[in-house]
């Protein structure tokens, strides 16, 4: 299991292991490389150290979980213990001699690096989002932009990333969402400014659906999903994404 562990940390996330005790040499220290922030420490410990009968040294990593109530309800489980040598009331000490499903090991750690890692770490990790955009026909000619393409640049919203899911909402005169589209690439440098518009980064879209103008339209967005502006990119509420789909 230690192993396992070892080798999915090198993979994932491409930390190597500090060791910075003389007196502990087989301790492993592991660490975000932007913020220097600790997800995990692997050691032998001596099993009383934990509460067992004992005293032979038995791999285990320590993993942070910010949620006090889940940490209670994990304590409880064989093989999960109050952190060794940390703060007890933030990390937790996981058996890895079997006791503990690898998988469950595995989405702790997952669970621990994204508890420590800083805010752009965790944008870049999360899982896709859903996003409504605006777009103004009287500055693009957005109806038409699709006509020999399957793939355009956009001005890229604050908080949209790689993989994420964008409805173009078209402006005055169609106020509806005509467009699906599939963000292919981010941070794409860019650099344009006049009265109305600013531009700092590009993303690719890529074409994934089109909609009928009179299917989501504004009145429809307002009076069925209590949407009543799209300024900026903004999410969606799940009725409305499963009827977009």
């Known amino acids: 299991m230690k192993e396992t562990v070892l080798a999915y940390i090198k993979k994932e996330y491409k930390s190597s292991p500090e060791y910075l005790w003389k007196r502990y040499p087989d301790y492993a220290v592991f660490r975000h490389s932007d913020n220097n922030k600790w997800f995990a420490l692997v050691a032998p410990v001596p099993g009383d150290k934990l509460g067992l009968d004992s005293a032979e040294l038995i791999d285990i990593i320590n993993v942070k979980v910010d949620d006090m109530l889940f940490r209670d309800t994990l304590i ?8 060794y040598h940390m703060n007890k009331q ?14 469950q090991v595995l989405n ?9 890692a800083s805010a752009k770490e965790k944008q870049k990790k999360r899982p896709p989002k859903e996003w409504i955009i605006p777009s103004n026909p009287n500055y693009y000619d957005i109806i038409h932009a699709f006509d ?11 908080g949209i ?3 994420d899911t964008v409805f173009m909402y078209v402006g005055s005169p169609v106020s509806a969402i005509l467009y ?38 504004f009145d ?9 502006a799209v300024r900026g990119p903004r999410g969606i509420p799940d009725r409305l994404s499963a009827n977009l789909k």
């Open 148 to 158: 020999t393409t399957d793939e355009i640049d956009w001005k890229q919203g604050t």
């Open 108 to 116: 702790l750690l997952d669970a621990s690096f994204m508890a420590t």
């Open 90 to 103: 933030h990390w937790v000490t996981v058996l890895l001699d079997g006791t503990v499903p690898e998988k």
């Open 161 to 163: 990333k790689t993989g």
């Open 76 to 83: 409880q489980q064989p093989g999960i213990f109050p952190a």
């Open 220 to 228: 429809v967005l307002k009076k069925e999903y209590d949407i009543y």
């Open 180 to 217: 699906k589209c599939k963000v292919t690439e981010t941070d794409i440098p860019y650099r344009y400014r006049d009265e109305n518009l600013t531009i700092t980064a590009l993303m690719k879209i890529k074409l994934l659906k089109r909609y009928k103008p009179e299917e989501f339209t």
